[in-house]
């Protein structure tokens, strides 16, 4: 749930999208419908498919709503994306932009102007046509102030929303305040949605209140390779094949295969486990799989595959409070935050904990130490060069020691941590009650320092109320939380190390950088959001990498596998580390016809 | 068997599991906090008389378990290396009955570990966590026993004696806590705590609560037997004779209960440490890494550790005998109170 919160808080986070080179992705138009529009299908590589058959899969709570509009959870997000399509798509598997309703595009030299080329002969799922209009139409909704779309933010660079103008019925213009050469990056998931079902309701004022679960599948349309069928509250969303789709296979047929697509809600990540274990589901992994589940499904393998699609983007890390709280902090927190501001301290922290440890237990292996927030599922990015120190418990004393830290004899025997005023160095950790990986990692590190001869406690607070802690009372010693970047580039995380950004958890709501190495951040992520190359924004991106191994406000500790799973009949099953991990390709998935797709 | 023998047998037994609790420093291997971060999730080892070639070994012996190669949580026992157990180790310190520092263990097996009972997610040795636990479980609930009778006592006694409007008051007061939603209660009470309590103030805490909350039930009972009892001939007389309201209390009144305070006793602890059990499952009760009963059985939560490690349910069974012990002690308790039966 934590995660499916923080992606959610990800998605309303401003991104801006830099300039690099422009793919010019192959794409073959053909003519298969036989109609008499010519329509220009987008065809895929791939294994050619059996059309038929429905896939069923387990959601973990229930989409709150189909309006992509409105939709800030996971789960509407996740329906959502198989009903609509953007204009140019992230390919999960290559990390790359490619081209969807738009089937190419230029960009003009001063980077200021796109123009989008629309596919012709396209459809909505109800049978009506897509052109520019369509297009101009579903940006007015986004940028409108009054609809309160979350993907507004994502539309305005450089302090000024985009502009849109339609230069003929399949041709669409897009102006930028600033250059920001592949901002292509940006049309991601943002849905080009009929207006000549939306455009009363947005007269009306009505919007939020339109393509609601309740709503008749006649009602919504989209471009995305399903529709929906039928929803019943509490037990299952159901879409069907969306007969206009404009992707096809090797051979020309019509994707997607799959005839109906069924998502069943289940309680818990255990309930999605069982089902999946019952052969009521037919794939595991749109949400995480924890590693302990992996292996249990792995070892009774009755027709099922599980598959580790490597490192992921999620990183988890420990951090202290190191919020500038003046008179407000309490005599013991301020005390405590003269350590936690203490770079040494930090250091010696991190040096002390085992990672390695953390790897092992808490994902049985199926996970990779980290020592920054690129993980190596996003190798594009990574910084190679930053340091992984060994853990070292000596090393650890030294820096304490430098620092002025001592040790005493405790009652037990124990050496104890003390400070220069002698003090001994006690603090708790907050950790999220109903994530039991992160709980087992707090567990794993309180038992590290304990042998710096700090006393730490563990505290499990239920989510909401350790974000309240974090963000808003600010009333906390040290908290181990995880984020998942959306994508794999820079600016999916720029409100965390941005002194200013809203998840900038060690130290919220600055109004200017408190330290001199924050500003420096700030300034580069600046650089890096200007800069057109990949080159350059690497360059620049490498040195936030070093400065933030060099301060440690996060001190990071592991990176989780992307663990999924499948019937061996589901065909085209080709996980991917962003998300959705396993349906980014639901148009090309099939079912085989083999013995173990036959029902049990 | 005649209820006089059936009692010090009942007591025999729980005595004795009580030692063993009381002393876990010393009959568990190891520091129940240790984590062995090499032997997550290994299985029970069985010790053995018996060698393969059938000889009979006095000291006895087990095989070390290993690692599979690449796999967490798989291992195969080497049986060409049996290790023979030692016995009276020096090992970790601990404090026995929370006051002697010592070092000294029943048993231990030198460097190779020796999980009688398996270990847990962090290696930790399963064994010597239920005896610990059980010292946390155990005392919360004896204390918080003792607390809600001492409570139910006072205020049964106090309303059956004086009568009137503050008997009515006093029952109100005991209905209005029979009726509370005390785990809502607690979670409550919980929110409303500093974020980091110490083990020792979380374990306080239970057994207040615990013990504050149960009083009204043995309250009522008492106050029954107290009114009762302070209509008998004799109480009267004695008042006719001058005799004061506490020494009629004290001499003539209270003794009447104790048959049932005793009884109660012997229902309540297994219920209070149930409770406790039932708290620290929810994560309400002592925090990690201090192990009790509850603690342990909470990573059953996980269904993974459901279906894959058996032996996390282990902890369970410990408590089996305590609570028969306890019930069959609270039935023999009564039966001497009621005298033989016709």
């Not at chain 2, 240790?34 to 059938?54: C, I, K, S």
């Not at chain 2, 032996?311 to 410990?318: D, E, H, V």
């Amino acid at each position: 749930m934590g995660l499916a919160f923080l992606s959610a808080l990800f998605l309303l986070a401003i991104c801006l999208c830099d300039g690099s080179s422009i793919s010019q992705a192959k794409q073959s138009a053909s003519d298969i419908s036989g109609t008499s529009t010519k329509e220009e299908l987008f065809t895929l590589p791939g294994e050619v498919g059996r059309p038929g058959g429905r896939l069923v899969v387990a959601l973990r709570a229930e989409p709150k709503t189909l309006n992509p509009l409105i939709a800030g959870d996971a789960p509407s997000r996740q329906v959502i994306g198989l009903m609509q399509s953007d204009l140019i798509h992230i390919n999960r598997a290559t990390q790359l932009t490619e081209p969807a309703i738009a089937k190419s595009w230029t960009v003009s030299k001063d980077g200021l102007e796109y123009v989008l080329k629309l596919r012709q002969g396209l459809r909505f799922s109800d049978g009506q046509p897509v052109d520019a209009d369509d297009v101009l139409f579903s940006f007015q909704l986004y940028l409108d102030e009054n609809v309160h779309a979350p993907q507004r933010d994502l539309l305005i660079v450089g302090g000024k929303p985009i502009t849109v103008r339609k230069l003929d019925s399949h041709t669409i213009a897009f102006g930028l305040a600033k250059p920001y050469g592949a901002a292509e990056r940006l049309f991601d998931g943002l849905a080009v949605l009929p207006k000549h079902l939306l455009e009363d309701p947005y007269k009306q004022g009505k919007l939020d209140q339109s393509w609601t679960l309740a709503s008749a599948g006649s009602q919504i349309a989209g471009l995305g390779p399903f529709r929906l069928k039928e929803y019943v509250a509490g037990q299952r969303l159901v879409l069907e094949r969306n007969p206009y789709y404009w992707k096809a296979d090797g051979k020309g047929t019509r994707l997607p295969y799959l005839n109906e697509l069924v998502f069943l809600f289940v309680p818990n990540a255990d309930a999605e486990v069982i089902r999946f274990q019952s052969g009521e589901t037919d794939v595991i992994g749109i949400s995480k799989v924890g590693a302990d589940n992996f292996s249990a499904l792995a070892r009774q393998p009755r027709g099922i595959t599980m598959t580790d699609a490597g490192p992921g983007l999620e990183y988890n890390f420990l951090f202290f409070n190191l919020n500038e709280l003046g008179g407000k902090a309490s005599p013991d927190l301020a005390r405590k935050q003269k350590w936690f501001k203490d770079v040494s301290f930090r250091r010696a922290v991190s040096l002390a904990v085992d990672r390695a440890a953390i790897v092992r237990l808490v994902y049985q292996g199926r996970g990779t130490p980290i020592w920054g927030p690129v993980t190596p599922g996003n190798h594009r990015w990574l910084n190679e060069a930053l340091p992984h120190p060994p853990r070292s418990l000596d090393g650890a004393r030294d820096l304490l020691r430098s620092s002025g830290f001592d040790w005493k004899k405790g009652q037990d025997g124990d050496p104890l941590l003390v400070d220069s005023s002698g003090a001994p160095v006690e603090f708790s950790i907050v950790v999220s009650s109903s994530n039991a990986e992160r709980t087992k990692m707090a567990a794993l590190i309180q038992d590290d320092l304990k042998q710096l001869g700090m006393r730490v406690q563990v505290v499990p607070l239920e989510f909401r109320s350790l974000l309240d802690r974090v963000t808003q009372s600010k009333e906390y010693d040290a908290c181990v939380l995880g984020l998942v970047s959306f994508d794999a580039d820079p600016n999916s995380d720029i409100n965390v190390w941005l002194s200013s950004g809203s998840s900038h958890f060690w130290n919220l709501g600055q109004a200017k950088p408190s330290t001199p190495w924050e500003a420096e951040i700030d300034q580069l992520m600046e650089l890096q959001l200007d800069s057109r190359t990949f080159d350059q924004r690497k360059h620049l991106y490498d040195r936030i990498q070093v400065i933030i191994n060099d301060n440690q406000p996060f001190i990071f500790l592991a990176s989780p596998d992307i663990l999924t799973g499948a019937k061996n009949a589901v065909g085209n099953f080709h996980p991917a580390v962003l998300e959705p991990y396993v349906l980014w390709n639901a148009e090309q998935l099939f079912l085989r016809n083999t013995s173990e797709s036959t029902p049990r | 068997m005649p209820s006089g023998r059936k009692l010090i047998l009942c007591l025999a037994i729980l005595g004795g599991l009580h030692f063993v609790i009381a002393g876990a420093g010393f009959f568990s291997p190891y520091d129940p906090t240790a984590q062995n971060r090499d032997w997550p999730y290994a299985p029970p080892m069985r010790l053995h008389w018996f060698d393969a070639a059938g000889h009979f070994h006095l000291r006895p012996f087990f095989y070390p378990l290993q690692l599979q190669e690449g796999a967490f949580n798989e291992y195969r026992q080497d049986t060409t290396h049996p290790v023979a157990l030692s016995f009276f180790v020096t090992g970790a310190r601990y404090r026995l009955l929370g006051i002697f520092p010592l070092r000294v263990h029943l048993f231990g097996a030198g460097d190779t570990p020796i999980f009688l009972l398996g270990s847990d997610s962090y290696g930790r040795d399963l064994f010597s966590r239920m005896l610990f636990g059980g010292q946390i479980s155990l005392l919360a609930g004896l204390l918080a026993t003792g607390l809600a009778l001492s409570f139910g006592l006072l205020i049964g006694s106090l309303a059956a004696y004086l009568g009137g409007w503050r008997d009515e008051t006093l029952m109100r007061l005991a209905e209005l806590f029979l009726a509370l939603p005390w785990l809502y209660l607690l979670f409550a009470i919980r929110a409303f705590l500093p974020l980091a309590v110490s083990p020792l103030q979380a374990f306080l805490l239970i057994v207040i609560l615990i013990g504050t909350v149960g009083w009204a039930r043995p309250a009522r009972l008492i106050r029954s037997v107290v009114l009762s009892s302070k209509e008998r001939d004799y109480v009267r007389a004695a008042r006719g004779f001058g005799a004061s309201g506490s020494y009629l209390l004290r001499r003539h009144i209270l003794p009447e209960t104790w048959s049932v305070v005793l009884t109660q006793a012997a229902i309540l602890v297994p219920q209070y440490v149930l409770a406790e059990v039932t708290l620290s499952f929810l994560g309400l009760g002592v925090p990690e890494p201090v192990p009790s009963w509850g603690n342990l059985l909470s990573s059953l939560q996980q269904y993974s550790v459901l279906t894959s490690y058996w032996w996390m349910y282990l902890p369970s069974l410990a408590m089996v005998p305590f609570f028969v012990g306890y019930l069959v002690l609270a039935s023999a308790l009564q039966e001497r109170a009621q005298g033989p039966k016709i």
